[in-house]
């Protein structure tokens, strides 16, 4: 922080005991906290709020309210309320964000915007680097008519507050393998000065430089449990380097809880849950045995998260929001719980009943298994031909002229993470149906193994060979036997 308060001859006395107050709170502040941008707990539930490059990562829309006060018991003690909001943008790699924050501190109250962008580049199924940038519109102010002064001060009531605007920028970078999480980021890189409309000249304050560096490390451990202990470490241009420590359990995706230690014998405690699947709620507790801090009854913390927009590709290790819908019953599981309704109905039936009731459980079960086929046509799109996808003769072993058309294909998947793709293989009518079948099959997993390869979701592809079904040419031709090898595509989400 800088501040120049030149005292000429017509300052006031009363003047000059503010300006020498607001002096001495900026000096104490420069040498205790050094940090212009309070702390806050939001990060445990919401890593938005701790870089600019985790906007949209977690392919959700996702608010966040947030409310901290800091020393209970103390006049004066410093408050904040927090709102933030992110989102992915289809199809382009990028993420928005905004954060709104609103601080006070006795008669000190700061006032800033941010509008992020964010771009997130896959480099494999499971390793990503992410960068994020940020303006900021801030104001600061200090209200004179709160102020007290042992006389009536014409200058004072003339100034009924300083406020000032400025402008900023900051910066994030962030490095994704697996659970693992590495991440830079400098918020305020401008050292922009903020200048008042106050009558006394050169008053000025400097929104210094800052530095923020995490590392975090997602594990589960069982299907019902997971740890992430992570470490942040801060520092501004002028300051000593501040650190924090702590871990994070979740348990059966619902509740968690989060131990931590900051620099300066502050300790947290903190718990939350997903009160439902679009609701989840946060609170921490900060306590500590020195400094002004133990003089008070603490610090609070609340957060409220609403899940707006859910996507099916959603990043569990990053949000706190990990739905299970049950109207997304897979086909299998489907015919898996027919299969037992209908064994239990045959295991109750009389020997002599058996072969009737064989016939018409097997008759029920295709008739359910053909609506199936056909609710599973409606969801996926108008298959597409694969074009310029070569085989060797009798061969499932891709030609590389193939890669460039499939290298297209994966920017496409990849650029929208609610795709999902299914690949169908073909043969001509050459050889038994049996071989053809299992060719063809092959074939489409030759090409979902480079797509997979390429950075593209095992789970995001589905694959079949139908050998020598479905001929769009004539198979009496080598033309039309050409044209009936082929590869389809078909996307739904």
């Known amino acids: 922080m800088a501040a120049i308060w030149p005292l000429t001859k017509k300052t006031t006395n009363s003047m000059k005991r503010i300006l020498y107050t607001l002096l001495t709170i900026s000096i104490l502040l420069e040498n205790t906290i050094a940090q212009q941008l309070p702390f806050d707990n939001q990060y445990l539930i919401n890593k938005f709020s701790l870089s600019p490059a985790y906007a949209g990562f977690t392919n959700n829309t996702e608010l966040f309210l947030g409310f901290r006060q800091n020393w209970v018991g103390i006049a004066g003690a410093p408050q904040k309320q927090m709102l933030n909001i992110n989102m992915p943008i289809k199809e382009k790699g990028l993420g928005l964000g905004m954060v709104i924050n609103n601080e006070k501190m006795g008669n000190f109250s700061n006032f800033y915007f941010l509008p992020t962008l964010a771009y997130h580049q896959p480099l494999s199924s499971d390793m990503s680097i992410n960068f994020g940038i940020n303006a900021e519109i801030y104001r600061n102010q200090y209200n004179f008519s709160q102020a007290k002064s042992g006389t009536i001060d014409p200058l004072i009531q003339k100034l009924q507050a300083l406020m000032g605007t400025t402008f900023n920028v900051g910066a994030g970078f962030m490095f994704q393998f697996k659970g693992l999480h590495l991440g830079v980021s400098v918020p305020r890189t401008l050292n922009s000065k903020v200048v008042y409309n106050s009558e006394v000249p050169g008053l000025t304050y400097t929104l210094s430089r800052h530095y923020l560096a995490h590392l975090s490390y997602y594990h589960k451990i069982n299907d019902k449990i997971s740890v992430e202990p992570v470490v942040i470490a801060r520092s501004t241009d002028q300051s000593p380097l501040l650190y924090e420590a702590g871990i994070s359990a979740k348990f059966a995706d619902r509740i968690w809880t989060n131990i931590g230690y900051r620099k300066g014998n502050d300790f947290i405690i903190s718990a939350g849950a997903a009160i439902s699947p679009y609701i989840a709620i946060h609170y921490s507790y900060e306590f500590s045995n020195s400094g002004l801090v133990q003089l008070s009854s603490g610090t609070h913390e609340i957060s409220i998260g609403f899940l707006l927009k859910k996507t099916k590709k959603q990043n569990p290790p990053l949000t706190i929001f990990t739905l299970k819908d049950e109207n997304q019953v897979g086909r299998d599981t489907i015919l898996q719980k027919r299969v037992e309704v209908l064994e239990a109905q045959l295991a109750s039936c009389a020997c002599e009943e058996k072969a009737e009731m064989i016939t018409q459980l097997d008759n029920r079960l295709k008739k359910l298994e053909s609506n199936l086929d056909d609710l599973d046509a409606e969801t996926w799109e108008k298959p597409f031909i694969m074009n310029n996808i070569k085989f060797a003769n009798n061969s499932a072993q891709l030609f590389a002229s193939s890669y460039g058309e499939l290298n297209k294909l994966a920017d496409k998947i990849k650029r929208d993470p609610e795709l999902i793709i299914k690949i169908t293989g073909y043969t001509d009518n050459v050889g038994s149906p049996k071989y053809n079948t299992k060719l063809s099959l092959d074939r489409a997993n030759s090409v979902k193994a480079y797509l997979v390869k ?40």
Not at 484 to 490: A, T, V
């Open 454 to 493: 390429e950075g593209i979701e095992d789970e995001r592809i589905v694959t079949e060979g139908k050998g020598d079904e479905n001929p769009i040419a004539s198979n009496e031709t080598p033309t039309g036997r050409a044209q009936n090898r082929r590869i389809e595509g078909q996307f739904k989400k």
